[in-house]
T-cell receptor, first 116, second 114 residues
Framework: AQSVTQPDIHITVSEGASLELRCNYSYGATPYLFWYVQSPGQGLQLLLK??????LVQGIKGFEAEFKRSQSSFNLRKPSVHWSDAAEYFCAVGLPLNQAGTALIFGKGTTLSVSS | DAGVTQSPTHLIKTRGQQVTLRCSPK?????VSWYQQALGQGPQFIFQ???????QRGNFPDRFSGHQFPNYSSELNVNALLLGDSALYLC?????????????FGEGSWLTVV
C-alpha cells in the first residue's frame, strides 16, 4: 500500500542554520511528490512539487527538495532558516485515482521550531 | 485571484447532529476534494468531485457525503456526528483530472463535536 513516512516528529533548528526534513515514500510507480507547509491554525500551502525530470526541485521561500528513487526519498532542504519558517511540514505523494484525478497521501508531519 | 475559500471557519456540534461545510474552489478550478485532518495527524482524503459527481472516495463511512454545484463549489455533509469526527476539514481544488495538476488548499473548517 502507498504510504509516506516522515521520521522526525519534531525538529529544532537555530535561526540561520541549515535545515533538512526527511520524507520516505512507498509507491509502485514513479510518484508525484509534494511538500506543504501549515502554519498554526492555517490551511496547507504548497512549497514545491516533483512530477518528473530534474530530481532537484526549487520551491518558494528558498526551499528545495531532491528526489532519490533509489532511496525512495524526497527530502526538503533550506540553507538558512528564518524564524518565520517555524510551522508544520507535510510530505505527500499523489495517488492517481481510478477515474482520473489525484488523491494526496500525507505523512504525519514534522514540526519545525526555530530558536534564536 | 481568490484562493480556495471555506466556511464556516469554526463550529461546535453535539453528537448525533448533522453538519454542512462549504467550499468555493480557486478561480478557474473545477475539481474539488475534501480532506480530514485530525489533531497531530496529516490530512486524509475523503472524496473528490468533478462535473458534479463523486469520482473517488477514501476510507470514510457513508455518513460523509458531498455535493458539487454547477459553479464548482462544494459541500461536505456529515451525519450522526461522533466525537471522533472532531477535526480540521480541508477543501482542495485543482483544474481537471490530470494526475499532475497542482492541488491548492483552503484554510479549513474546524469542527468540534461535544
Amino acid at each position: 500500500a502507498q504510504s509516506v513516512t516522515q521520521p522526525d516528529i519534531h525538529i529544532t533548528v537555530s535561526e540561520g542554520a541549515s535545515l533538512e526534513l526527511r520524507c520516505n515514500y512507498s509507491y509502485g510507480a514513479t510518484p508525484y511528490l509534494f511538500w506543504y507547509v501549515q502554519s498554526p491554525g492555517q490551511g496547507l500551502q504548497l512549497l514545491l512539487k516533483y512530477f518528473s525530470g530534474d530530481t532537484l526541485v526549487q520551491g518558494i521561500k528558498g526551499f528545495e527538495a531532491e528526489f532519490k528513487r533509489s532511496q525512495s526519498s524526497f527530502n526538503l532542504r533550506k540553507p538558512s532558516v528564518h524564524w518565520s519558517d517555524a510551522a508544520e511540514y507535510f510530505c505527500a505523494v499523489g495517488l492517481p485515482l481510478n477515474q482520473a484525478g489525484t488523491a494526496l497521501i500525507f505523512g504525519k508531519g514534522t514540526t519545525l521550531s526555530v530558536s534564536s | 485571484d481568490a484562493g480556495v475559500t471555506q466556511s464556516p471557519t469554526h463550529l461546535i456540534k453535539t453528537r448525533g447532529q448533522q453538519v454542512t461545510l462549504r467550499c468555493s474552489p480557486k478561480s478557474g478550478h473545477d475539481t474539488v476534494s475534501w480532506y480530514q485532518q485530525a489533531l497531530g495527524q496529516g490530512p486524509q482524503f475523503i472524496f473528490q468531485y468533478y462535473e458534479e459527481e463523486e469520482r473517488q472516495r477514501g476510507n470514510f463511512p457513508d455518513r460523509f457525503s458531498g455535493h458539487q454545484f454547477p459553479n464548482y463549489s462544494s459541500e461536505l455533509n456529515v451525519n450522526a456526528l461522533l466525537l471522533g469526527d472532531s477535526a480540521l476539514y480541508l477543501c482542495a481544488s485543482s483544474l481537471g483530472l490530470s494526475s499532475g495538476n497542482t492541488i491548492y488548499f483552503g484554510e479549513g473548517s474546524w469542527l468540534t463535536v461535544v
